[in-house]
Structure formats: C-alpha cells, structure tokens
C-alpha cells in the first residue's frame, strides 16, 4: 500500500511539509519535542548507542565469557591477519570481502534490469492507475513474506532430485544432474536476487511515476527512437530511484549472512557471515572490530552513491 | 484514443509474468509440497495427499520447540506492531513542524534503514553485555562491601540488594526488551518514510477549519487527523507486524535465550530432512498472508466507504 502511496504523490517533498502549517507559531513550541521523543529514544539506545559500543568494544579484550576493557589493536590486527605479507594469498578478510564484492556486483546487476523493466512496464506500459496498484502490489507482497521460507523454497527446485534437475535429466539435456544449483555461489546469487529486487523496484517506481509524460512525447515529436529516449530522457530522470535502489541493494547483500548462509550451505564465506560466526565463539571484540571494518565499507559505498541523489526530494 | 498496444508492451508482458512466476514459484512448490504423503520426500513427485506433515508440526515431532516461537513471533510481532504505528504517527506529527534536530532524525532513520543488521544486532549485543556485567559487577561489589550480618541501616539495604542481584540476577537481554528494540530498529524507518507520504499529502486545511469552529489541539487530532489519516496507518501496521514475523538477521543476536520463528526455521534448515519444514513454511506464509489479505481488505474496505459517503458536496442542505 505504502508504495503506490509514494508512487502517487508526485512533486511533494518534506520542504513542502515544512513550509505548509505556519499556524500556530506561538502555542505548543515544545510539541514536537515530546511528538519525536520515544522514536529519537528508540533510536539512541537501540541504534546509535549501540554503534558507539561496537566501535569502543573493537578496542577491548576478552576472556572465555566475558570482555574486559583495554586498549589494544590486536583485534584490528586479527581481522587483517597476513593481508600485508608478502604472500597476500593467505589472507582470509581479503578474500571473503572479494567474494561478497563478487555477490553485491552480480546481484546489483541483475536486480537493476529486473527492477527497470518491471518499473518502466508498470509506468509506461499499464494504463489505468488501478491495474498499476494491483500489480505492484504483486510484485510487493512478497516482501511481507518470510525470507527464510522463500530460501528454503528452492530446495525442492533446485535440490539434486529437484523439479529443475528432472526435467534436464528427463528431456536428455544433460546425462546426470547437476550439483552446483543448490548450496552453492549460483543459489546465492539467485536467492539474493529473488529477495532483493523489490528494493530496486521500488524507488526506480517512485522516480519514473514522476517523469512528466510530455517530456516522452516531446522525445518522440523530435524523432528521438524507443531507445534513445529511453537512454536520454527516462534513464536520466530516473537516476535518483536507481541510487536508491543501489544503496538498499548494496548494503544488504554486504551485510547478507543469513541467505549465505542457509543458500551456501553454510559453506560459503561472507563478510557478515565471518562476523555472526566471531560472535557464536563470544569472540566478541574481534567480531566488533570486523564489524568496524564492514561498516567503513558500507559507509564508503554509501557515500559513493548517495552523490546522485537527495534522498529527501524522494519523500 | 486507445492506441494500438506496441510490441514492447507484449514483450515486457511476458516479462513481467516470468518475473511473477519466478516471484511466486518457488513459495507455491513448497506449499503443494507440505500436503506431501506420509511417505514423501523433500522433492517433487507427491507421494499421495495427506495432512500427516502438518499434524506432525502439531505434534511437535520433531521439531524442536516450533510452537514456542511460534507464539513468542506472534507476541513480539503485536507489540512491535502497536509501538511502531504509535511512535512513528507521533513522530510525523513532530515532523510538520520545525524541530532542533529533525535532520539528524531523518539521517538516522535512513541509517538504521540501510546499515548493516548484523552490525546492530552485534552492537545491541554488546550494549547489553556490558549492562550485565555491570549489573553483576555492582551486585558483587555491594554485596562484598555491606552483605556481612554486622552491617545497618542504608548500608545493610545495599548489602540486600547485592545479594539480592548476586543471586536473582541474569540477563537485561530477551525478547522484550533487547528483542524489541532490534526489531523497532528496522520497523521505525519505514513507519516515519510511510508517514512522511502521508502528512506531505495531508491537507490542512481540515484541521484549521476545526480550529476555526473552536476545537482544541487534541480534539483536531482525534477527529480530524486521526479519522483522515487511519487507513494509511493501517499500512504502517502491515510493515510493522509483518518485518518483525519475518525479521532473522537484526534478532539473531539480540534476543537472547527466546528463539523467534524465523530463528527456528534458520535452524531447522540444516537438521530437518522431511516435508514438515514445508509444512512449517505453509503455515508462516498464511500467517503473512492473513495479515497482508487482512489490512488491505481494511484499507479497500475504508476507502470504498469514503467514496461513497465522502463528501455531500452539491447535495443541497439537509
């Protein structure tokens, strides 16, 4: 519902709500100070305060059970163990951020076409504003679903007896079944983009439902072909919809280690995954300190892409 | 006026199925899959129909404690719900107005929105490990201080209460409190993005009129806003209950010894080899399912019935 809320409301920006109500300038000044309180009290103990202590902790040491206060930089120099040596190949960090980089690239890729297309058919190609809702509805209910189910779902797909398997082995295209398909990079892959491509979706939707339509028919007027309009006047006005979409698509899979985990039979290595498997040993202040590491990262890409856009025009 | 469709639209037609059926696909296996015979397997054909999976999550054969979880997913997933629909309508109010510190807000509403879960379910962790040990740490302290029997008066009440936390206390951490912070961490974000939708198409001039005709500050809100803005918060709702049922990655860390459903189910995917995963699966999709089915026949519902008796406008005096 939400989404074709935010489809629908073209040209309103949060400066619009913070010119509009000018009223009431001199009674209840401290209103919205207690109106924003329990959100900014949520957000202090449950977010922010705990971003502080991750940060402290990376410096701290640790015994068998508990973590004692210290300043050391072993755990810093734990997580990049043997990356500055000359036999770099021994480096785990390296490698498994090298692997998520891998995942995030693939699955970037992927989940911008699909969420192009699909946004450019919902807002080029439907007519009427209700076929518009209900299919983009389609395409988001999904999202309210569980995630852990709509991994396993692909078991009996993909398994080695899956349905996928039985119809190569049955129609002859190949003799035995394939492995790779389950528990394996590609069932990574194909779970992340199955998972994520509603955030890509989404604000490209928001973006694209907001291009005046006379700028496309001016395209065409001045005998601008499908493809160059789309390349010259749809993509360009849709870019701070594809940002966003980046950054929600990015962050996640860097952070994944649940679909890692459960799609790679836990086999395979993640950054967020190297992080959960720190903690189940309570090594905690390394985990920490990986977690560091992850956030600058994450806060770098972010800050690459957050350039194309101003989020708070998207509202 | 109808033009003729293009090709492309049949093109991206196709498209847009396959994309649904890849979307779906996978969830309707499953569900055929978990009405499996008692002999069936994890994969296609069916060996006969039967319900015998479903009577074997009931019976908890099994399957470690599935029903636990499922009621502890179900009560964090209420509580969660009702907070966020209640923090983030406040927290929109707030927002049609100018505040120290609205941006900073907003900043980290979109963090908490896009960074890592792992990373604030390891900090909420933390956060609460320390406060443990803290509290261990004091109840040590006190009780080592003052818990001697020749001790009086404010002295011998904290030599009590040492002893008191040496021997009762264990963990802040669970599901209503670590839990529910993690999970309002994920669900807040959308609720203020959801209400900032909402009140940037809000028209004031509803809430000036009841001034106009003497209402005060609240009764403008209860109703005027309230009424006008009810349906949308039902879609705050939806995000609510539904991200906290099906939230893993911001509570694996932060819940403590309670499991939640999707912790369970994580856990049962590497040890469970028969269809009763399926059926488990069947029965959390219809949960969601019910939700979703539920607030949007409500939202349809209340904005089929405002069509109709919106607006007497043009229907003369009564």
């Not at chain 1, 073209?10 to 209840?28: N, W």
């Not at chain 1, 679903?145 to 349905?163: A, E, Q, Y």
């Not at chain 1, 006379?214 to 493809?227: M, R």
């Not at chain 1, 905690?284 to 977690?291: D, G, K, L």
């Amino acid at each position: 519902m939400a989404d074709s809320t935010v489809a629908e409301s073209p040209g309103a920006s949060l400066r619009g709500t913070r010119a509009a109500p000018r009223v009431r300038k001199a009674e209840g000044r401290g209103r919205p100070y207690w109106q924003i309180a329990p959100m900014a009290v949520v957000f202090l103990f449950f977010f922010i305060l705990p971003l502080i202590v991750t940060f402290v902790v990376s410096f701290w040491n640790y015994t068998g059970y508990s973590i004692t206060p210290a300043f050391v930089l072993n755990n810093y120099a734990l997580a990049f163990d043997r990356c500055f040596s000359p036999a770099p190949g021994f480096c785990t960090t390296f490698r498994t951020y090298l692997s998520t980089l891998k995942f995030c690239a693939i699955v970037w890729a992927v989940t911008l076409v699909i969420g192009f297309t699909i946004a450019y058919y919902l807002v080029f190609q439907i007519r009427t504003n209700t076929t518009r809702i209900v299919l983009a509805l389609i395409c988001t209910i999904p999202f309210w679903t569980s995630n852990v189910i709509r991994m396993i779902s692909w078991i009996p797909l993909l398994g080695r007896n899956g349905l996928v398997n039985q119809v190569l082995v049955g129609t002859g295209i190949v003799n035995q079944p394939i492995e790779w398909l389950l528990y394996s990079d590609f069932a990574v892959a194909l779970a992340l983009v199955h998972i994520n491509t509603v955030f890509m979706i989404v604000p490209i939707l928001n973006s694209m439902s907001r291009i005046d339509r006379s700028l496309v028919e001016a395209a065409y007027d001045a005998g601008a072909s499908g493809w160059q309009t789309l390349s010259n006047v749809i993509v360009p006005l849709s870019k701070t919809g594809i940002a966003i979409g980046s950054i929600f698509v990015v962050t996640i899979v860097m952070g994944d280690f649940v679909t890692t985990g459960i799609m790679g039979g836990q086999q395979i290595a993640s950054a967020g995954k190297v992080i959960s498997t720190e903690i189940s040993a309570l090594q905690f202040p390394i985990a920490s300190a990986n977690a560091i590491v992850l956030l600058v990262i994450v806060l770098m890409i972010i800050w690459t892409l957050i350039r194309f856009v101003d989020i708070r025009k998207e509202l | 006026m109808r033009e003729q469709r293009s090709r492309a639209f049949y093109i991206l037609s196709a498209v847009f199925a396959l994309y649904v059926l890849f979307l779906y696909g996978p969830t309707i296996t499953i569900t055929v899959l978990s009405f499996q015979g008692p002999n069936g397997g994890l994969t296609f054909p069916l060996n006969g129909l039967s319900l015998h999976w479903f009577h074997n999550l009931w019976a908890g054969i099994g399957v470690p404690n599935v029903a636990g979880a499922l009621v502890n997913s179900l009560e964090l997933g209420i509580v969660v719900t009702i907070l966020t629909v209640v923090i983030s309508l406040m927290a929109g109010l707030a927002y049609r107005r100018r505040f120290a510190g609205r941006n900073f807000i907003f900043y980290t509403a979109i963090a908490s929105l896009t960074l890592p879960s792992i990373i604030v379910s390891l900090g909420i962790a933390l956060e609460f490990q320390i406060a443990n040990q803290s509290i261990s740490g004091l109840g040590d302290t006190l009780s080592d201080s003052y818990g001697g029997d020749d001790v009086h008066g404010i002295a011998a009440i904290l030599g009590a209460l040492g002893n008191g936390i040496e021997n009762n206390f264990q963990t802040l951490m669970g599901l209503f409190t670590s839990g529910l912070g993690a999970h309002l961490t994920w669900t807040l974000p959308f609720g203020l993005l959801i209400m900032f939708a909402i009140f940037n198409r809000f028209n004031p001039s509803y809430e000036e009129a009841a001034r106009d005709l003497g209402a005060s500050a609240w009764q403008g809100f209860r109703y005027v806003v309230l009424p006008l803005v009810a349906p949308s918060l039902l879609g705050v709702a939806l995000f609510g209950f539904t991200l906290s049922w099906d939230e893993i990655a911001r509570s694996s860390q932060a819940v403590g010894s309670a499991n939640t459903l999707p912790l369970t189910l994580e856990g049962l995917t590497t040890t469970v080899t028969t269809p009763v995963i399926y059926a488990l699966g069947t029965v959390t999709t219809g949960v969601s399912f019910l939700v979703i089915g539920c607030i949007l026949g409500c939202v349809f519902l209340v904005q089929a019935r405002r069509r109709r008796y919106g607006s007497d406008a043009g229907k003369g005096l009564l």
